[in-house]
């Protein structure tokens, strides 16, 4: 299977094929046809790979693309408005940022538009574009790269990090899903920006030990590790796990939100902190 062309500029056929061929009726491409405006307003739970042949089909959700759905349009509005920003910073920028809530909170256009002081302060002249939206998996990510969610851009270097939410559906996906997600993710990233550096951060931990979503995660991140991402000389994986826990395992209380989930500003000095010499090293280049 050989996904469509762009609507707007034309281009060659990608190479990256899915799992399982998307039902939308438009699976690439930006503005959306009335096709795919109506196909991406059913629930989500109605558009996952197998729903089209009544087949439940969970191991494969975290890997073909999705869109997002907080009910009414208000997730695809959040989407044309990352694209309108990034379509007015078109061309080169030094850094990429693509993820969920925890990569939104770096400084988004979707907040005040201002980086946070933790970005700020390590990587101060890092011309930076930040498309992290809160909540998403990594199937609605795929989504939004495929619909003119970086079109346009030339990053030097590009910062992905998901998969916490993922977590809600590991029962049924299984965490080896998961990190097929993150894979391809990072595949469809250097599928698009093949000169770009790509570091892919490992999922964060979360709330505790015996948790069902801070085993599952560390589960994922063992996933992740089989999936030898490195290998890529382009890919460098960043596992923060370490940083992040103490030596019990439990969380560093001080790195994070009350929620246990989002990261405190000390929290973000040290995921910069890591940053640093991986995003130094490829902006030197």
């Known amino acids: ?69 907080w009910g009414g349009t208000s997730w695809v509005d959040t989407h044309a408005r990352l694209v309108t920003y990034v379509q007015k910073n078109a061309g080169p920028c030094d850094v990429l940022l693509v993820g969920d809530s925890i990569t939104q909170q770096w400084g988004s256009p979707l907040d005040k538009g201002v980086l946070n002081a933790a970005w700020l302060k390590a990587f101060p002249t890092a011309k930076t574009i930040n ?21 346009g851009l030339q990053p030097k270097t590009i910062v992905l990090m998901i998969g916490n939410n993922n ?9 080896a899903a998961a990190a097929k997600g993150v894979e391809t993710c990072a595949l469809n990233l250097r599928e698009k920006f093949p000169d770009a550096e790509l ?14 979503f801070y085993e599952d995660i560390l589960r994922t991140n063992a996933e ?3 999936l030898n991402l490195g290998a890529d000389p382009k890919v460098k994986v960043l596992d923060l796990t370490k940083d992040f826990l103490n ?22 000095d040290v995921y910069a902190q890591r940053l640093a010499p991986l995003l130094k090293l490829a902006l030197a280049r």
Not at 167 to 175: A, C, D, K, N, S
Not at 199 to 212: E, F
Not at 252 to 266: F, G, M, Q, T
């Open 1 to 69: 299977m050989r996904r469509a062309l762009c609507l707007l500029v034309a281009a060659p056929l990608l190479a990256l094929e899915y799992a399982h061929k998307p039902a939308d009726p438009q699976p690439t491409g930006w503005p959306l046809t009335a096709e795919e405006k109506a196909f991406i307003a059913k629930p989500e739970f109605e558009r996952r790979p197998g729903r089209e042949i009544n087949k439940h089909l969970p191991h494969l959700w975290p890997a073909v693309p999705s869109a997002g759905s």
């Open 131 to 151: 498309i992290g939206i809160g909540g998403d998996k990594s199937q609605n990510v795929l989504w939004r790269l495929d619909h003119g969610g970086v079109a």
């Open 167 to 175: 977590m809600f559906f590991t029962p049924e996906t299984g965490v």
């Open 199 to 212: 570091i892919v951060a490992k999922i964060l931990p979360c709330h505790g030990p015996k948790n069902r």
């Open 224 to 226: 992740i590790d089989k």
């Open 247 to 268: 030596a019990d395992g439990t969380i560093k209380n001080a790195l994070y939100a009350p929620d246990k989930i989002h990261l405190s500003l000390d929290g973000y």
